[in-house]
């Protein structure tokens, strides 16, 4: 199960009511998070209908676009105001269970062959977006459709897959960092370095995800994960890595299985998920989400425009919707993720009680100082990525 899916199988016992009354309970150095990581598992939404450059039979052209269930409105009504917007009807597909397993259904099988993928727009998380724009598999945004993509946080606005984001949008953000139990703990925790306490050993993990991992033991040696040109760059992070295994000091590598294990106490600390910690944490007060002063990990969900696409400049203009900050403050109040779009705080102002408190809350509205603390990983050349995931997996038996 991804963390994703866990993530659904979670929201489903959380009003919005309790998470507002709780947003608060996460501490640490500096702590943040999103409310609620969009579940990944498929639906039985329909998967057909129109396909790139149909204008479904009346001259409007209908963008068929791919996300991670539960990553809108309920109701949808923002992909239908978006699509009103572009001057196009949407058929919005929630068909993105997993990164990888997208890319070899839906995108190699066709793009790989000069064949339409059928979407005019799609949302992967970060490395897979660096993956598929490193193909040429995608089209250029078209900049003179997108009036309001200035609005872009400048933490995300250029990143070294994508400089100057001329083929990705980013849809929402979440954070890596450390999560504990703080009545196993005993105290608050401010740096990556604590999970190395021998009274911790064995009762820490880390995560699976390879780039999770290194990149925040590369904060914790000094290094950054934002601008790696060889393996050479982490060598520390996984001379570290590797030590915690030998010592005992780590207990095993995980997905977000880590969570139940904190929340039954099993667990100190764990590298984590910004997502899966708070919502945690609606339940057991005593999980914490923590960026440590050494740095965090932050990662995007990103809009693509397909090459195959016929409607790049509607598709360009569905994704501009989201970046107005009136319609970007709709969308945090029905997800209540971290927005991309500058503007969204004054915005949820606006909207009565419930947007006031989403808007002082730093777990869905970050200040400028914890954004300062947060590093996007590094594009790797395949070669260098070859050797970071070889090596990876000889320490962590993957």
Not at 303 to 321: G, Y
Not at 325 to 353: C, H, W, Y
């Amino acid at each position: 199960m991804s963390r994703r899916q866990r993530q659904r199988l979670i929201n489903n016992s959380i009003s919005r009511r309790q998470f507002l009354g709780r947003a608060g309970l996460l501490t640490g150095a500096v702590a943040l998070g999103p409310s609620v990581l969009a579940a990944c598992g498929g639906d039985d939404d329909d998967t057909g209908g129109s396909g790139s450059g149909d204008t479904g039979g009346g001259g409007t052209p209908t963008l068929k676009i791919s996300n991670w269930i539960e990553y809108i409105d309920e109701e949808k009504q923002l992909a239908k105001d978006a699509a009103a917007y572009a001057s196009a009807k949407v058929d919005y597909i929630e068909d993105v269970n997993d990164n990888s397993e997208y890319f070899a259904t839906v995108l190699q099988p066709t793009l790989s062959q000069g064949k339409s993928a059928n979407r005019d727009g799609f949302i992967v998380t970060d490395w897979m977006a660096s993956r598929v724009i490193s193909l040429d598999w995608v089209s250029q945004i078209d900049r003179s459709a997108t009036a309001n993509l200035g609005n872009i946080l400048d933490s995300l606005a250029d990143p070294s897959w994508d400089p100057g984001r001329k083929f990705s949008v980013p849809w929402q953000s979440g954070m890596t960092g450390v999560a504990y139990n703080i009545s196993k703990t005993g105290r608050e925790l401010t740096s990556l370095e604590e999970l190395f306490d021998p009274a911790f050993k064995g009762q820490v993990t880390f995560l699976t995800e390879m780039r999770d991992t290194v990149g925040l033991m590369m904060l914790l040696e000094g290094a950054d994960p934002s601008d790696i040109s060889s393996i050479d760059d982490a060598q520390g992070a996984f001379d570290r890595i590797a030590e915690a295994k030998a010592s005992g000091q780590l207990r095993a590598f995980t997905g977000n299985e880590y969570v139940s294990d904190l929340t039954t106490g099993n667990l100190t600390a764990a590298l984590a998920w910004s997502g899966d910690v708070l919502q945690a944490s609606l339940e057991d007060p005593d999980i914490r989400f923590l960026i440590p002063e050494e740095g965090a990990l932050l990662w995007s969900d990103n809009f693509l425009i397909p090459s195959s696409s016929e409607n790049v400049a509607a598709a360009s203009k569905w994704i501009d919707f989201f970046y107005d900050p009136v319609n970007a403050a709709q969308l945090t109040m029905a997800i209540q993720f971290v927005s991309p779009v500058q503007g969204v705080a004054d915005e949820l102002r606006k909207l009565g009680e419930e947007g006031v408190a989403l808007a002082d809350s730093p777990l869905v509205v970050p200040d400028d100082e914890a954004l300062a603390n947060l590093h996007i990983f590094s594009a790797l050349d395949e070669e260098t990525e070859t050797a970071f995931d070889a090596r990876f997996a000889e320490i962590s038996g993957a």
